[in-house]
C-alpha cells in the first residue's frame, strides 16, 4: 500500500505535502514525490528511497511554487523502486498519484502503444495518467468516469489537470481516501495522520464517488457528476494512534489487515477461476520439469514453508525439503540443477541467511522463485523468479499478514504445480482456487474470536512455559503459533508434534505447563483427542483451536477457539489468526513492546 496526499488552499503545496507524506511514511518507503500548479504548469519532483531523499532534492534543485499539489509515499508493487517508478506520473494534460493495483494494467497499456503511447516507467499507474489523456474530453468528471470503466483492480487517485489549476480531483475504489475540510483549504489523504496537522474535519469517500475539491469548498459527486450529500467526520485521534489507524499497535492493526492482504495477493493470480501467476520465467514446461523441491527461509517464513511443504507434497506428490537457510547454506545440500527447485520465502528480501542460501543455490546452477513481500529487494532481484506478496509494509517486527500471504502463496503455487503436472483435474482445480478465494472473508470472520482470545490470554499470562500441539497441518501451524507467543510475550513455548509427547517431553506436563492443542485436521481428530486426553490426565490446563463443528473435541476443556468450517487443507489460513492474537493479547497483559519485542529487529540483515 502507499501513502497518497493532495492540497489546495492558500499555503505553498509543498510543505503541506512533505508534512503530509511524513505521516504516511508507515504505509511504503521506497520512494516518494510531489506534484505543484501553478499557472497552468505542473512541476514534478520525485526520488528515490525515504522521504528525506525528496526533500534534499528540492532543498539542492528548489521546492516548487504553487498552492495546488498532490504527493505520493511508495510501496512498491509494479515496477522496482526508482526515481522514474516514483510517484506521481502524468503528461501534458494531466499528473496522478495512485494507492492500489490495477490488474489489467497489461492489457490496457499494449492498447495504449498500439495508439501510439510511449511509457517510461515500469508501474500500472503510468497506464491511468496515459488513459486520463487519452479518453480527455474537457471535462475532468466526465473524463474520470470514462477511465474508470476501464480499469480493474484497486485505486485511490489524486488528479490535477492542467486545464483547472483551481481544482483537485480524487477517486478510490478499494484503497483508502478521506477529503480533510479545511477553512479556505482542503485536503485528500489516504490516512487521517496526514491532515491532523491542519484539520480534523473530514468525508470519508465511498467507492467511485468523485471528490472535486476548491479553495472555497468541495464538492463530492456521483459518476453523472450529481451532487452527493455527505456526513462530515471528525478525528478525534492523535497522530500517534492514527498511523495505527486507531490500534493501539501495528501488530493488532496488521492482524485486522490479513483480509485485505490476502485479497491483494490472492486475485490478481487467479484469473477465469484458474491460477494464473502472468510470469514468463516460470512456464508451465519449466515448473513441469521440477521432481524436487526446497524451501528455504528463516522464523516465520520457514514456519510457511512448512505448510507449503504439507500443501506441495499432497497436491503435486513431489518431495518437498524444508530448511532454516543458516542450516541450509552451510550443510553443502545436494541439489540437481536439472530438476530441482529452491523456493526462497522472505517478508522482507534482505535476511542475510536466506540472502546467502538463494545465492547457493543459484551457484549451484538451480532454479529460484522467491516469494518476497517487498519490491525491488535484494532476494527479489537476484532469484531467477519472483512471486511478490502484497500485503502491504509490515511494521510490527512480529510477523502476522506476511506469514499469512506466504501461506496463501504457498497454496496458489502448489495448485497451480499441480495442475500443470496433471496431478490434480481442471475442476479440482478451480474448486480449490474457489475456496482459496473465499479465505479472506473467512478470515475476517475468524476475527470475531478475539474477544476470547484476550480473555484465554488472561488466563494463561502468568505461565513460565507453554506447549503447543498439532499433527500435520496443525503442527506445521503450531511451530509459527510458539514463535509469535515468545518472540513478544518471553513466554518459553515449544511447538511439538503431538503423536511425539509420548517420546519424552510429556514428561514436562504438570499443572504449571499450559497446552495450547491446534485440532483442525478431521483425519487426525482421534488421536489429537487422545494426546489432548494424555496432557488432560497430567493436569496440563489446555486451550483448544479447532473448528465449531467439532463439538465432541470441544467437550475436552473450557477454553476452546472456535474457527469458521473450511476444507481442512486450508485451515492454517485461520487458525493463525487466534494463535496471533492470544500472542498479542498476552504480550499486552505482561506489559511487553508488542511492536518492538527486545533483541529483535525487524529484518535481520546479519549472520
Ligand atoms: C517473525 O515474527 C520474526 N520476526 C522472524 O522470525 C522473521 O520471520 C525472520 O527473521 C525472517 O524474516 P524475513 O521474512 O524478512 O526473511
Redesign the pocket.
Known amino acids: 500500500m502507499c501513502g497518497i496526499v493532495g492540497y489546495i488552499g492558500t499555503k505553498q503545496a509543498s510543505r503541506v505535502l512533505v508534512d503530509g507524506l511524513q505521516k504516511l511514511e508507515y504505509r511504503g518507503y521506497d520512494s516518494a514525490g510531489i506534484a505543484v500548479m501553478e499557472d497552468h504548469k505542473i512541476n514534478v519532483v520525485k526520488a528515490k528511497g525515504r522521504l528525506k531523499n525528496l526533500e534534499q532534492k528540492m532543498e539542492h534543485n528548489g521546492v516548487p511554487a504553487g498552492t495546488i499539489g498532490i504527493g505520493h509515499t511508495r510501496w512498491a508493487t509494479h515496477g522496482e523502486p526508482s526515481d522514474i517508478n516514483s510517484h506521481p506520473h502524468g503528461n501534458e494534460r494531466v499528473t496522478i498519484v495512485h494507492n492500489g493495483i490495477i490488474e489489467n494494467y497489461v492489457q490496457l497499456k499494449e492498447k495504449m502503444i498500439a495508439k501510439g503511447y510511449t511509457f517510461l516507467s515500469e508501474t500500472d499507474t503510468e497506464v491511468i495518467a496515459v488513459l486520463l489523456d487519452y479518453y480527455y474530453t474537457g471535462n475532468p468528471v466526465e473524463t474520470i468516469t470514462r477511465v474508470l470503466d476501464t480499469l480493474k483492480g484497486s485505486y485511490a487517485l489524486g488528479i490535477l489537470f492542467v486545464d483547472f489549476p483551481e481544482t483537485l480531483y480524487a477517486v478510490r475504489k478499494d484503497s483508502p481516501l478521506i477529503v480533510g475540510v479545511g477553512d479556505g483549504e482542503n485536503f485528500i489523504a489516504s490516512d487521517i495522520p496526514a491532515i491532523l496537522k491542519y484539520t480534523r474535519n473530514y468525508y470519508l469517500l465511498e467507492e467511485n464517488e468523485i471528490a472535486v475539491l476548491e479553495r472555497t469548498g468541495v464538492s463530492i459527486v456521483d459518476r453523472e457528476n450529481e451532487p452527493i450529500s455527505k456526513e462530515l467526520f471528525t478525528a478525534t485521534w492523535d497522530i500517534e494512534a492514527a498511523e495505527k489507524g486507531g490500534y493501539p499497535h501495528f501488530m493488532l492493526k496488521e492482524i485486522h489487515e490479513q483480509p485485505k492482504a490476502l485479497l491483494s495477493t490472492l486475485s490478481p493470480r487467479i484469473v477465469d477461476g484458474m491460477p494464473d501467476f502472468g510470469i514468463k520465467v516460470l512456464s508451465d514446461d519449466i515448473l513441469k520439469s521440477f521432481q524436487r523441491i526446497y524451501i528455504v527461509?528463516?522464523?516465520?517464513?520457514?514456519?510457511a514453508g512448512m505448510v507449503g511443504k504439507a500443501a506441495i507434497e499432497q497436491l503435486v506428490r513431489v518431495p518437498v525439503e524444508v530448511d532454516v537457510?543458516s542450516e541450509f547454506r552451510y550443510r553443502n545440500p545436494i541439489l540437481s540443477k536439472e530438476n530441482d527447485l529452491v523456493i526462497i520465502?522472505?517478508?522482507?528480501?534482505?535476511?542475510a541467511?536466506?540472502l546467502a542460501a538463494l545465492r547457493l543455490a543459484k551457484d549451484k546452477g538451480v532454479h529460484t522463485l522467491a516469494i518476497?513481500?517487498?519490491v525491488g529487494s535484494s532476494?527479489a532481484r537476484e532469484a531467477n523468479s519472483v512471486l511478490y506478496t502484497w500485503a502491504g509494509p509490515e511494521i510490527?517486527?512480529?510477523?502476522?499478514k506476511?506469514?499469512s500471504v506466504?501461506v496463501a502463496m504457498m497454496y496458489l503455487f502448489a495448485i497451480k504445480l499441480a495442475y500443470v503436472k496433471e496431478t490434480i483435474s481442471a475442476e479440482q482445480t478451480r474448486a480449490l482456487c474457489a475456496e482459496l478465494m473465499e479465505i479472506p472473508q473467512l478470515v475476517e470472520r475468524t476475527l470475531e474470536t478475539a474477544d476470547n482470545c484476550q480473555f484465554f490470554a488472561s488466563k494463561f499470562q502468568n505461565a513460565h512455559d507453554i506447549f503447543f500441539i498439532g499433527r500435520g497441518l496443525d503442527y506445521a501451524l503450531s511451530l509459527?503459533g510458539s514463535?509469535?507467543l515468545k518472540?513478544?510475550s518471553y513466554i518459553h513455548s515449544d511447538a511439538h508434534a503431538a503423536g511425539e509427547l509420548k517420546h519424552g517431553t510429556i514428561s514436562l506436563i504438570t499443572e504449571d505447563m499450559p497446552v495450547i492443542a491446534v485440532a483442525t485436521q478431521t483425519a487426525l481428530l482421534e488421536k489429537m483427542v487422545s494426546n489432548i486426553k494424555e496432557v488432560i490426565t497430567r493436569g496440563a490446563k489446555v486451550l483448544l483451536v479447532c473448528k465449531a463443528e467439532k463439538e465432541k473435541i470441544c467437550d475436552l476443556t473450557d477454553f476452546v477457539i472456535e474457527i469458521p468450517a473450511c476444507n481442512d487443507f486450508f485451515t492454517p489460513l485461520l487458525a493463525v489468526v487466534p494463535l496471533q492474537l492470544f500472542a498479542y493479547y498476552t504480550a499486552v497483559l505482561r506489559g511487553c513492546d508488542v511492536d518492538k519485542?527486545r533483541n529483535?529487529?525487524?529484518?535481520?540483515t546479519v549472520e
Open positions: 527461509a528463516c522464523g516465520t517464513a520457514m514456519h537457510a520465502i522472505s517478508q522482507s528480501g534482505e535476511t541467511d536466506t518476497v513481500n517487498v532476494i510490527a517486527v512480529a510477523s502476522t506476511a506469514y506466504q509459527e514463535l509469535k518472540e513478544i519485542p529483535l529487529a525487524k529484518s535481520v
